[in-house]
């Protein structure tokens, strides 16, 4: 996940100001068509963050838990894309390893979540 942070940063710097603040006043960029993996990453990134917005409850481990279920179903969700879409042997392995540990992990959130529920 770092790399990931840090292939998006450097990218980020490397695009032109204009670029980067499209929709803010400045002119954007040419549409390019993307491909249906990219069209599935963003659509599994948007659907992510627009879940991570949880209602916070100052309580650091429920709200932990609850934020992190979407987190790691958009890992999953981006796993399943390269598993469509992807050809290389050791990023389709990768992409299996991630399924088979976030989803034991969404369990296992959604266990304390309910174990823990306000009553």
Same mark, same amino acid.
């Given at each position: 996940?770092?790399?990931? $942070? !840090?292939?998006?940063?450097?990218?980020?710097?490397? !695009?032109?100001?204009?670029?980067?603040?499209?929709?803010?006043?400045?002119?954007?960029?040419?549409?390019?068509?993307?491909?249906?993996?990219?069209?599935?990453?963003?659509?599994?990134?948007?659907?992510?963050?627009?879940?991570?917005?949880? /209602?916070?409850?100052?309580? /650091?481990?429920?709200?932990?838990?609850?934020?992190? $279920?979407?987190?790691? *179903?958009?890992? $999953?969700?981006?796993?399943?894309?390269?598993?469509?879409?992807?050809?290389?042997?050791?990023?389709? /392995?990768?992409? *299996?390893?991630?399924?088979? /540990? *976030?989803?034991?992990?969404?369990? *296992? !959130?959604?266990?304390? !979540?309910?174990?823990?529920?306000?009553?």
């Amino acid at each position: 996940m770092t790399r990931l $942070i !840090l292939a998006l940063a450097i990218t980020l710097a490397a !695009l032109p100001v204009a670029a980067q603040h499209a929709g803010h006043g400045a002119p954007a960029r040419p549409a390019v068509p993307e491909s249906a993996a990219t069209r599935e990453y963003r659509a599994a990134n948007d659907r992510m963050h627009r879940d991570m917005a949880i /209602a916070f409850t100052g309580n /650091a481990d429920r709200d932990f838990a609850a934020g992190m $279920i979407p987190h790691h *179903q958009g890992a $999953i969700d981006m796993a399943n894309t390269v598993l469509r879409h992807g050809s290389d042997p050791e990023m389709r /392995a990768l992409a *299996q390893s991630v399924i088979a /540990a *976030q989803t034991a992990e969404i369990a *296992q !959130l959604r266990v304390y !979540l309910a174990q823990t529920a306000p009553r």
